[in-house]
């Protein structure tokens, strides 16, 4: 089956460095994407990573290996404003009509705290 | 980044009745969208991929009978969930990938609909 697993909660202060982990196994692998969800909202795109290694955008950075079948989420310069539930997906599938098919993680809840 | 709608943002309904909701990309056409359920402080689990012109494919464990899924055009898809029990509240998500642009990944999702069924 499908499974991703992350650590369930994170807390860190503000201007903090923080790691959100992601273990994963699927049937299928084509990328490993992050989200950010705010309480009653929708999930936003973070980053994605396709191939192994680093990428940046601005205070977000997400990391992959794919021998292992492990990502991460760094999140630099915390600030109060990023509490919220981190999700990654794995996209497990390529539709041939198009769109990403993703299967999502357990979900880390980020609290930061002064 | 592209713009997706849900309508309604909430509802509430009596036990046994339908509910239908609306997703709509507002700025560009998506041939392939995806429908998900969140439980509080759960995951999104996805219930099934509304393919434009056809029928909908659902994931295991996903009753076709009771969520059904319609996607009429480029720009809509609508999930009617039938006979609507308690167990049915839950946080109701859509997101879509516009098309050609499935090298980056990003998919953009609608704001929910929060269903809470007495």
């Known amino acids: 089956g499908q499974s991703l697993e992350q650590p369930s909660e994170v807390t860190a202060v503000e201007g903090a460095i923080v790691q959100i982990n992601c273990t994963y196994q699927?049937?299928?692998?084509?990328?490993l994407s992050w989200y950010q969800q705010h309480d009653g909202g929708a999930p936003t795109f973070l980053s994605y990573?396709?191939?192994?290694g680093l990428e940046e955008t601005g205070r977000f950075s997400s990391f992959l290996s794919r021998s292992d079948s492990y990502g991460y989420l760094l999140l630099q310069e915390l600030q109060m404003k990023d509490s919220a539930s981190y999700f990654c997906a794995v996209r497990d599938d390529i539709l041939t009509g198009g769109g990403n098919k993703l299967t999502f993680g357990t979900g880390t809840q980020l609290k930061v705290e002064l | 980044g592209a713009v997706v709608s849900q309508h309604p943002s909430w509802v509430i309904c009596k036990s046994g009745t339908s509910v239908k909701i609306e997703c709509r990309s507002l700025?560009?056409?998506?041939?392939?969208m995806f429908w998900y359920r969140q439980f509080p402080k759960q995951s999104l689990m996805l219930m099934a991929t509304?393919?434009?012109?056809?029928?909908?494919?659902?994931e295991q464990g996903v009753e076709k009978d009771k969520f059904l899924i319609n996607h009429a055009s480029l720009t809509l898809s609508t999930l009617t969930v039938t006979s609507a029990h308690p167990e049915d509240s839950s946080f109701y998500i859509c997101?879509?990938?516009?098309?050609?642009?499935?090298?980056?990944?990003?998919?953009?999702f609608g704001p929910g609909t929060r269903l809470t069924v007495l």
């Open positions: 700025d560009f056409q998506a041939t392939t």
């Open positions: 509304s393919n434009e012109g056809s029928k909908a494919t659902y």
């Open positions: 699927t049937s299928g692998f084509y990328g």
């Open positions: 997101s879509l990938t516009p098309s050609g642009d499935g090298a980056t990944d990003t998919q953009y």
């Open positions: 990573n396709a191939l192994d």
